[in-house]
Structure formats: C-alpha cells, structure tokens
C-alpha cells in the first residue's frame, strides 16, 4: 500500500486566498483525521472522520476552515480566506475501527503570506 | 482540565546507553497510550500501542511501560543508535476514536 497520501506538498499562498488541502486515506481504513502541527500548539486534530462523516469537528479554529469527505478514498480541507496565521503543516492520518494506531501522511506545509 | 506532559523537551545521550522518555497525564482515563516517532519533514509514525490493562510491552528494542495510577508511561529504547535521534510523542486515547498528542520530546543520540 502506498499509504496515505496527501497533496500538495508546499504550498506558499496570499492572505484571503482560498486554499484546498487534500488527502487519500489508506483503503480499508474507516477512521480519517486532520491534524495541524505548529511549534506554539504542537499536533492538534482538527476535525476526523468515520466511515466519511464528520464526527468531531471541535478542533476546527474557525468557521473559515472546512472539510469533506465526499467518499471513503478522498476528503479535503479547505481555508477560506486564509490567513498568516494559518501558516502550519497539516496532516492526514487513517486508522482501522477498533486499531488505536493511525498512519500519518507526509504533511502538507502551508505558508499564507 | 486535561492535561499531557512530555518531560524533558529535548533529551540528550550517549549511543549505546538506555534512553528513557516520560508522559505524564491528568484528567483522562486512556484505555490506550500510544507512542509516535517523528524525523524533520515528515509525519508522525506508530511505534507501540499499550491498553489500561497492560503493563509493559516490548519491541525490538522497544520499552513501553503504563501505569494507570501513577498517570505516566516510559519509553524506554535500548542499546540507543545515532539512527535513533527524532522526536517522540505520546498519544493518549480520549474515546470513540480519537487520541490527544503531547508535545513530544526530542531525542539527540551522540556517537
């Protein structure tokens, strides 16, 4: 398996510009978390989800960030508009029901000048 | 409120020594604690899950103990290798699913 794959990469972008963060879970795995990691807050979840609907979302910072999961192999997070301090790396993970441990993406590094 | 704590934000050893890192917690009854390692640029990886009824599980050279009453669980790495220098979080189970990070310790293993 190639694991959870999250694109893109980088991403440098202007304040007030809509930004979509995206992310392929692991197949088969029915749990999908959004993580954000700053050196002020550490690693904070955002928003999972289970069997593609939204569970816990409390972590979401504001009503400018959004996320889907339209189906089990693809969810995205949006920022709209985006702000500096948005500026963070943000990872996906997956896991399997009743599994406590969850697969992490490579990140996506966000910079919101 | 709920409350984790990665003692020591950075731990420096010699290579071959016994590293131990610590997580503390308060306020949480965790069926679960988990420990992740995490290199520059990349993302968190699972290392070892130990359930409320375990007290201690072991990989490779791997030590995870978990003490339900004291709040606190050590990780212990054996033998330790420059290879092993990262940063270490632990992960705390806070139900239906979901676990709370702490803020990791960074580990420097000196030849």
């Known amino acids: 398996d190639a ?22 879970p692991i197949s ?14 550490g690693l904070e979840l955002l928003i999972y989800f289970n069997n ?3 569970i816990d979302d409390s972590g979401m910072p504001e009503d400018r960030f959004s996320a889907k999961m339209p189906n089990a192999s693809f969810s995205t997070l949006k920022i709209q508009p985006s702000e500096p301090r948005d500026s963070a790396v943000y990872f996906c993970a997956s896991s399997r029901p009743g599994w406590g441990e969850q697969y992490f993406g490579p990140g996506t590094r ?3 000048t | 409120s709920q409350k984790i704590e990665q003692n020591s934000e950075a731990l420096n050893i010699q290579e071959g020594k016994t590293a131990t890192l610590t997580c503390n917690y308060t306020n949480y009854s965790p069926a679960y604690l988990q ?24 990989k490779e050279r791997l030590k995870v103990t978990f003490d339900t009453t004291l709040k606190q669980s050590l990780f212990h790495i054996t033998a330790s290798q420059p290879a092993d220098s990262a940063t270490y979080l632990c992960a705390l189970d806070v139900g239906a699913g979901k676990s709370t990070f702490g803020d990791g310790t960074t580990l420097t293993v000196k030849p």
């Not at chain 1, 202007?14 to 392929?24: D, I, N, P, S, W």
């Not at chain 1, 088969?28 to 807050?41: K, P």
């Not at chain 2, 990349?42 to 375990?54: A, C, D, K, S």
């Open chain 2, 35 to 58: 420990w992740y390692r995490q290199d520059p640029g990349r993302g968190p990886v699972f290392l070892l899950l130990i359930r409320e009824n375990e007290k201690e599980k072991r």
């Open chain 1, 110 to 112: 966000l910079t919101v």
């Open chain 1, 52 to 54: 593609n609907v939204p």
């Open chain 1, 28 to 41: 088969g795995h029915d749990y999908l978390f959004w993580y954000r990691q700053t050196m002020m807050r």
């Open chain 1, 3 to 24: 694991g959870v794959i999250q694109s893109p990469r980088h991403e440098v972008t202007e304040m007030g510009q809509e930004v979509t963060l995206r992310c392929k």
